[in-house]
């Protein structure tokens, strides 16, 4: 199966970027054709700061390698590199209806985020993640829950093109996580851990050891006292509960046994040393980065040429079909 997935290099990754989709590429990459993409051109329908977009994407693509994407086996590469994601996504706009466009929540939380900044980048959104896709003629794509309706609007609008110009795309699906797909945010866990939140509501992968057992310490639990999942009445230990045991292999029910009659403490001691472990590569690799730009580029550089390859026939194809060419 050809995959594709992508994160927006929008600075401090967190752990809810990598449980809910970096951690599944891995395993993809065995019997799969993976595309991992560094998507630069979504990162800038929010604020930012262009000084710091190049940084964040040799961080982003940094994260990639220290998580276990292997440039030999998949493709890594920025977005904006290959023109043809644009070019499709104006393409796709033309059979785009704008009421879909517009009732997207990702699209409706933004704007509500960014009161002074809803540009039409925003609103088109979605049309270029499904380019993105169909470039490649994606069949599957590793995201979070968050990325579910997308994925719903990148299916109908391939459907859509292929009724009116012809079979050309496959219907790509969702390939969303039972356990980790929708990580909470730490100071309130009905919420979803988000980078646009208090800092302390998350844990980004470049963390310090000292900031990372801070944070998870201070995490909002219940006023109960026992380490129990149940994602309704008890949702702050629940997400903790999640966290621990997709870092550590152990199962939840186990998790509960280890910690019977031991308090809430003690439990996030022992979370927060399990999540320090777990990063201390990430924070490795952010370090080796400095020396390591060559290297990175040059992985950018050959998955540019790789994915280049594939973007320009589907390309023609696309315009032959719409009577461009
Ligand atoms: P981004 O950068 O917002 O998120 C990257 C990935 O992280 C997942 N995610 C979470 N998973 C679990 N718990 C959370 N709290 C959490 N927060 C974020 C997201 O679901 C996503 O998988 N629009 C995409 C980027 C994109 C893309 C694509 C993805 C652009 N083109 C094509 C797939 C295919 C996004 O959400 O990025």
């Known amino acids: 199966m050809r995959i594709f997935s992508g994160i927006r290099p929008t600075g401090d990754l967190h752990l809810g970027n990598y449980l809910g989709a970096i951690k599944q590429w891995i395993p993809l990459q ?5 595309v991992f993409c560094i998507v630069d051109l ?11 977009l190049q940084k964040n994407i040799l961080e982003t693509t940094a994260i990639y390698l220290a998580a276990g994407i292997n440039p030999e086996k998949s493709i890594i590469f920025v977005q904006s590199q290959i023109k043809e994601h644009a070019e499709l996504a104006w393409l796709l706009e033309t059979i785009t209806p ?12 933004k704007s509500e ?14 049309v270029l993640m499904a380019a993105d896709v169909l470039l490649y003629k994606g069949e599957a794509v590793p995201v ?6 997308h994925i719903e609007l990148m299916r109908s609008l391939a459907k859509k093109f292929n009724q009116k110009f012809g079979q050309t795309f496959k219907e790509p699906e969702s390939l969303i996580l039972k356990e980790g797909s929708k990580i909470m945010s730490l100071t309130d866990p009905k919420k979803k851990m988000s980078k646009s939140d208090e800092p302390k509501s998350c844990i980004f992968l470049f963390d310090a050891p000292e900031d990372i057992t801070k944070k998870i310490m201070s995490a909002t639990t219940d006023s109960g006292k026992d380490i129990k999942y149940n ?10 509960l999640t966290i621990y045991s997709l870092l550590s292999g152990k199962t ?21 040393e399990v999540v320090v472990n777990y990063l201390e590569p990430f924070r490795r690799k952010q370090k080796e980065l400095a020396s390591r ?22 390309m023609q194809e696309v315009k032959e079909k719409m009577g461009l060419v």
């Open 293 to 314: 730009e060559a290297y990175i580029q040059e992985i950018l550089k050959k998955g540019q040429d790789r994915a280049q390859i594939i973007a320009k026939a589907t």
């Open 113 to 126: 985020q960014h009161k002074d900044y809803i540009n039409a980048g925003l609103l088109n959104y979605p």
């Open 252 to 272: 939840t029910q186990e998790l509960e046994k280890e910690f019977k009659g031991k308090n809430y403490g003690e439990f996030k001691k022992s979370l927060a």
């Open 30 to 34: 065995q019997i799969n054709e993976c």
């Open 98 to 109: 704008m009421g879909e466009l517009k009732r997207m929540t990702q699209f409706k939380e």
């Open 231 to 240: 994602i309704t009445k008890k949702s702050g230990i629940s997400n903790l």
């Open 42 to 52: 979504h990162a800038i329908t929010t604020p930012y700061d262009p000084k710091k």
């Open 144 to 149: 979070g829950k968050d990325q579910e309706q």
